[in-house]
């Protein structure tokens, strides 16, 4: 039991290892990526395209070609996963901006527990719920005063296809809707990951394999947006490669092409643990896990670019640290373990 617990820990450990590996990250941790605030598509597609590419040599090696886990039990949750995934790109073409943005995807934590009280009738005690509310407004509070600096930067434009007859409240609107689709869509397929795994056993390779490989056709869909965005990330200014530089050697890559990359490998690094851990905790945790990810990396970049931590930060670090400790029941365990050992003595 001890071992499974350090094995559990270390994969969420590997989870808050990169940091920037969602879009909206990458937009606030890597400035560049502000000079072409609609390359969400392209980002995405390189993630799914490198994962699958990754998965497709690891099954060939192992020679473990025939699936544990019914290709049919994967459609569901290949289309779900490719849904999520492109609407919350799309959602910046309506109006969108980046804070509120990061505030919705903050909401995933209630939208899980929602779900799991509707479709797997489960109840939670009232830490639970607690905790969740506390971590989300914690979240909320930090997001909301961090966009207040960046919201110049952070305008969205609406799409050619907006037409003008539409006022941009109805273009923010619709936005708002795709949001909230993808956001209860993500809580759902995380629900069913889990009766998957309990279906059909543990088998978190050949999940991210499939759920990773069987949406790349349908990005031919958006095949235009992502040919437009790789042809802006070439065109990008250029920068001697990091490493390769130190060495003598004077090789030069675009630089929004290196960012790409460093995202590409990160995602791949944070996905691949989230795949393990949600064989091994229920949906609600491994929710709980992601969004405290989110939260470092808005943390992160305060620290980063040197803004302000003002007193509502500290008011939102204390909502998500003390909901963390709720949510995780340490004090009830501790004062569990002490009782033992007085008991134990006597």
Known sequence: MLIRYRYIFITALSIFGPIHSDVEEVYILLPKYREDPG??????????????VEGLVHILLSGN?????????????????FITSVANNVA??????????MIFRAGSLIANMIMGILILKKKYVFSKYLSVLMIT??????????????NNSTESVPTKSASVGYSDFFIWTLGIGLLSIALFISAYMGICQETLYKTFGKHPQEALFYTHMLPLPGFFLISKSIVEHFSIAISSESMPLPIISLIGLNIHIPQMIFYLFCNVL????????????????ASLTVTLVVTLRKFVSLLFSILYFQNAFTIYHWIGTSLVFFGTIVFTEVIPRIVQQVQTRKVKKK
């Open 39 to 52: 390359s969400g598509n392209l980002i995405t597609f390189s993630q799914f395209l490198f994962i699958a």
């Open 266 to 281: 990160t995602q791949y690094l944070c996905i691949s643990s989230v795949y393990v851990l949600t064989t091994e905790c």
């Open 92 to 101: 910046f073409d309506f109006n969108i901006p980046m804070p509120l943005h």
């Open 137 to 150: 407004a914690g979240i909320v509070l930090c997001t909301i005063i961090s966009g207040s600096s960046v």
């Open 65 to 81: 070609l025939k699936p544990k886990i019914p290709l049919r039990n994967y459609s569901l949750l290949v289309v779900m996963f």
